[in-house]
Each structure stands twice: as structure tokens, then as C-alpha cells.
């Protein structure tokens, strides 16, 4: 059974503090990593996008990628109180149609 | 620029009534799809995804279908809906960088 866990929190964080996200997952054959936004009530909507060990920044987001730990972060930097909703990570099946794997969410909460 | 619709936004169905739930892309050709429900408070479920028309793959069994009758219209249905339907509909679409995007869900009660 493939899986990818995240820490469902609530992940409490003060307004301009760095809110960190963390996700496993199993499928050591996937290669392809997603972090999505959803806030209450509303579709997912995705926000970073990380192919390769390592790094890889946009704006206030920052996605790591440690494909030997299967291991992979979301960084968000000087945290706002827009940024309160569930982050839900999302890893790509090895050899499959295009197929990801969710993992239940973080929900976030930025308090000002 | 590509764009997801879904259809209706909100839908309250009797136990045992059929169902109709549809989705359409625009600026895109040949699309992998997919159908996925979110439970309350729980994460996302692939039910069905659909690499080209009338072609059609189901990742859990249950009392729901999907059609693809045209290359960008995809289409869950039931013929009886339960309790347990109950939820957060959501269509996407995968780019060819894998990215999946969705569209802005149905949300369907069934009492």
C-alpha cells in the first residue's frame, strides 16, 4: 500500500513567522512531488512543485526534496494570516497514468 | 490558458436517486482526468481517472461509474446513491510536467 503521511496538526503560527511542513511518503519509485493549498470549503490549488533533491523556492514557499529519506517540506516564510488553510502533499505513482497520492492535509493557522 | 468546470456547485440528493456529475476542460487536448472525492475532513480519494475517450480505469470499488464521451468531458454517475456518497467532488486535469489541477468541485449530500 502506498502511502504519504503529513501531520494533520492544527500547525499553530504566529503572523510573519516560518510555518514548516512535513511529508513521507513509501513509494520509493516516485519522482515527482506536489504541495497543494485548500482553504474551507474550496477546491485544491497547487503552489509548488519539486522534482529534484534539494531546494527549489518561490516566493515565500519553499519546497525540499530528499528522495533518499523520502522526505519532503514546505517552508513558508513570513507567515500570513491568508496563508490559514490545509496543505496537502501529493507524490506521483511510479509507473502509473499520472497518478498521485494525496496525503490527508496539514491544516495551518496563522494567528495575527 | 486552461480552464476546469464542474457542474453543479451544490447538489442535495435523496438516498437511491441517480446521479450526474459532469466536467469539461478547455484549452487543452487529449487530457488525463480524474475523479476524486474528499470526505469530510479527510483527504482526497481517486475514484476513477481516464487517459482518452471511453477509456476508463477504477481505483475503488463502489456503486459509482464514470463515461469519458468526448475528449474533454468526463462524467461521473450512480444509478443509486447511499449515506456514504456523500462529499466533495472534485475533476482535474494532469499537465504533461505531472502537475494535476482541479476544478471548483461539487459538493453532494445525500440524505
Known amino acids: 500500500q502506498k502511502e504519504v503521511e503529513q501531520n494533520s496538526g492544527p500547525l499553530s503560527v504566529p503572523e510573519g513567522a516560518i510555518a514548516s511542513l512535513n511529508c513521507t511518503y513509501s513509494?520509493?519509485?516516485?519522482?515527482?512531488f506536489f504541495w497543494y493549498r485548500q482553504y474551507s470549503g474550496k477546491s485544491p490549488e497547487l503552489i509548488m512543485f519539486i522534482y529534484s533533491n534539494g531546494d527549489k523556492e518561490d516566493g515565500r514557499f519553499t519546497a525540499q526534496l530528499n528522495k533518499a529519506s523520502q522526505y519532503v517540506s514546505l517552508l513558508i516564510r513570513d507567515s500570513q494570516p491568508s496563508d490559514s488553510a490545509t496543505y496537502l502533499c501529493?507524490?506521483?505513482?511510479?509507473?502509473?497514468?499520472?497518478?498521485?497520492?494525496f496525503g490527508a492535509g496539514t491544516q495551518v493557522v496563522v494567528t495575527p | 490558458s486552461q480552464t476546469i468546470h464542474q457542474w453543479p456547485a451544490t447538489l442535495v440528493q435523496p438516498v437511491g436517486s441517480p446521479l450526474s456529475l459532469e466536467c469539461t476542460v478547455e484549452g487543452t487536448s487529449n487530457p488525463n482526468l480524474y475523479w476524486y472525492r474528499q470526505a469530510a475532513g479527510r483527504g482526497l480519494q481517486l475514484l476513477f481517472y481516464s487517459v482518452g475517450i471511453g477509456q476508463i480505469s477504477s481505483e475503488v470499488p463502489q456503486n459509482l461509474s464514470a463515461s469519458r464521451p468526448q475528449d474533454r468531458q468526463f462524467i461521473l454517475s450512480s444509478k443509486k446513491l447511499l449515506l456514504s456518497d456523500s462529499g466533495f467532488y472534485l475533476c482535474?486535469?494532469?499537465?504533461?510536467?505531472?502537475?494535476?489541477?482541479f476544478g471548483p468541485g461539487t459538493r453532494l449530500t445525500v440524505l
Open positions: 513509494d520509493r519509485g516516485s519522482q515527482s
Open positions: 501529493a507524490v506521483n505513482e511510479a509507473d502509473s497514468w499520472g497518478k498521485l497520492q
Open positions: 482535474a486535469w494532469r499537465s504533461l510536467r505531472e502537475e494535476q489541477f
